[in-house]
């Protein structure tokens, strides 16, 4: 890694740390997990399903994961829009991920409300 692509790096983490602040819920968390920076955070959905999200940068976009509940690989993705790596699909291309963090943050939590209707009624609100 050259020193351009450390400081791009870490301006990227300052800058996100700030947005951050703005944009997610107080009880978002910064951590580290397997070596990825990104904010663990609740979302409790309309209908009262409670969610744990893991956003991240990938090096390319911001990505969701679902942390709770456990939904690694038990859903098909065209139907309720989850990759089988229990990432959230944010965009028309599967797995691109979002240009910005408050984006990124935005979609998951619209997500979350489409992913309870899913759960109870097998369809996924458009």
Known sequence: MGLASFLDGFT??????ARAEGALPASARHLTVDGVRGWL?????????????FLYFDGAAYQVK??????????????????????????AEAGA??????A?????????????VYLRDEHFPY
């Open 12 to 17: 990227r983490v300052l800058r996100d740390k």
């Open 41 to 53: 955070f609740p979302v409790t959905t309309e209908l009262g399903d409670a969610f744990r999200l």
């Open 66 to 91: 679902v942390v709770e509940p456990e939904v690694e690989g038990r859903f098909d993705p065209h139907a309720c829009h989850l990759l089988p790596d229990a990432r959230i699909c944010l965009s």
């Open 97 to 102: 991920g979002m240009e910005s963090l408050q």
């Open 104 to 116: 990124a943050y935005a979609r998951s939590v619209v997500w979350c409300n489409g992913f309870s």
